[in-house]
């Protein structure tokens, strides 16, 4: 899954960028940016208005509240159709939130391609949701949270954009601020050499960096642990509702 930098100088020496990201715009493209910057659209879903990439490499889009597979190409459908559904996740298992705060497993029954909701969690003013490869989390007005709840880390301020790694979580909050949380002992650690991103549209973690898509149409890579970061591409994302990193293994 939201920033605009009060800088526009690149970190002299910055690590060339290491994997490309998927991104899905408000007209439904599904556009894989690669290391280069280039745009290759793998899909196209008008009405989509959030994306999930599985550790699979599999792309599922949320349109009109049904969530679709539309990469590969074979478009599904995941037997979700209910009418709150407002967000979408993908881990082990694939995740969807509703507007009154549920959170469903999609579980496939043995002997059918149909997918089952099953609750698996409940959370009070949810904004969005966000994965990495082993977890799925969502993030509320007050907390970012694992769907099950067995993880909550609390936040200051409403968060626009959250990414998870191994180790920490990042999220940026409506005044700009983009925060490191320790998973581990729960230390938050500012960092304000990163700049202000009161304007980003979403985050994707890879490895022990980050991606970020901001309101002014750029895509970034940023290494906060270094403090370095460098534009990936430098217009056309205005658009943006969803980021994640590519699992495409063209």
Request: hydrophobic share 45%; glycine share 8%; aromatic share 8%.
């Amino acid at each position: 899954m939201r920033g605009f930098l009060f800088f526009v100088a690149l970190a002299v020496g910055a690590p060339a960028v290491a994997a490309p990201v998927v991104i899905l715009t408000r007209d439904g493209a599904v556009t894989e940016v690669s290391t280069a910057g280039a745009h290759k659209v793998l899909a196209t879903a008008p009405g989509a208005v959030d994306m999930a990439v599985c550790p699979s490499g599999e792309i599922w889009v949320l349109v009109d509240s049904v969530v679709r597979r539309v990469w590969p190409a074979r478009q599904s459908k995941s037997g979700v159709a209910a009418a709150d559904v407002m967000g979408i996740a993908c881990s082990a298992e694939r995740y969807v939130t509703t507007k009154t705060g549920d959170v469903f497993a999609l579980v496939v029954p043995k002997r059918s391609d149909h997918r089952a909701r099953v609750l698996v969690g409940h959370f009070d003013k949810v904004r969005f949701m966000f994965s990495n490869e082993q977890q799925s989390f969502v993030a509320t007005d007050k907390f970012l949270s694992t769907v099950d709840a067995t993880e909550q880390h609390a936040v200051v301020g409403l968060p626009i954009a959250a990414a998870a790694t191994r180790e920490y979580l990042y999220v940026i909050n409506r005044d700009g601020n983009l925060t490191q949380i320790n998973r581990k002992d729960k230390t938050k650690r500012d960092l304000p050499l990163m700049g202000l991103w009161w304007g980003a549209l979403g985050l994707a973690p890879d490895g022990d960096s980050l991606y970020a898509v901001t309101q002014v149409g750029k895509l970034w890579h940023l290494w906060p642990l270094t403090g370095k970061r460098e534009i990936v591409d430098m217009d056309g994302w205005r658009e943006a509702l969803s980021i994640a990193l590519s699992r495409n293994p063209d």
